[in-house]
């Protein structure tokens, strides 16, 4: 089946109903937005809006450049600044999948990083790079978030508290969304199976990995 046409909120509506149903999010945690390429403003999901039930109604309308609500929208999630404070310093980025995925945010919480063990891993992932703990909603978080990913990275795990995964596309940042807890989950297995000893989990070899950030692999 390809992916769900219809706008990009039903785009967003479709990455949140399967978040939830991927345990990725639990219920109303987390928020999607998208920017239609080129313009300066975003769909935001709406404060309180449970991400397995998304309607057309259930997004805010939001320019990025002046922080500025479009009026007849309802209020956005109380996380919005972490969106447009990205957009604002990522012109590439059109997508961004914000989730409290449980085993990303677990390993981190322990000190240990999130291995890119297989080919879909890195392909999609490339580099996984961590902020330190501000409250959610914050500015300072969302300016720490914005410096985190202005050299490219798309996948952000904000410590205590979940991911910001980024995107050109709403289906390529699910994609990534999705991988970034396999990846934890996979990383998980192995710090059990090694007792804990981090040197012994295995990730994808480095050749793969340096061709991916070339640009020069497929999976
Ligand atoms: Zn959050």
């Known amino acids: 089946m390809s992916y769900p046409g219809g706008g ?21 945690g987390g928020n999607l937005s998208a920017r239609a390429p080129g313009s300066d403003r975003c769909w935001i999901t709406a404060a309180g809006s449970w991400l397995d039930r ?3 109604t259930e997004f805010s309308l939001i320019g990025i450049s002046r922080n ?6 309802p209020h956005p999630s109380s996380e919005w600044r972490l969106h447009t404070e990205t957009y604002r310093r990522r012109p590439d980025v059109n997508a961004i999948v914000h989730l409290h995925p449980q085993v990303s945010v677990l390993l981190t919480a322990l000190g240990h990083d999130i291995a890119l063990m297989t080919t879909d891993h890195a392909y999609y992932l490339r580099e996984i790079v ?9 500015l300072d978080l969302a300016i720490a978030a914005a410096d985190a990913v202005a050299n490219g990275a ?8 979940g991911c910001s995964v980024l995107a050109d596309s709403v289906e ?3 994609k990534r969304a999705v991988n970034l807890e ?7 297995a192995a710090l059990l199976l090694s007792q804990g000893r981090p040197a012994q989990i295995p990730a994808v070899p480095a050749q793969f990995l340096d061709a ?8």
């Open 54 to 56: 998304l309607g057309p």
């Open 172 to 174: 390529l940042a699910h």
């Open 130 to 138: 961590t902020v330190a703990f501000d409250p959610p909603g914050t």
């Open 212 to 219: 991916v950030r070339r640009d020069e692999a497929q999976v």
């Open 182 to 188: 396999e990846a934890a989950r996979a990383t998980y």
């Open 8 to 28: 990009l909120r039903n785009q967003l509506a479709h990455v949140g109903a399967e978040a939830v149903r991927a345990g990725l999010v639990v219920g109303s």
């Open 68 to 73: 500025q609500l479009e009026d007849g929208h």
């Open 154 to 161: 798309n996948a952000l795990i904000l410590r205590h508290h």
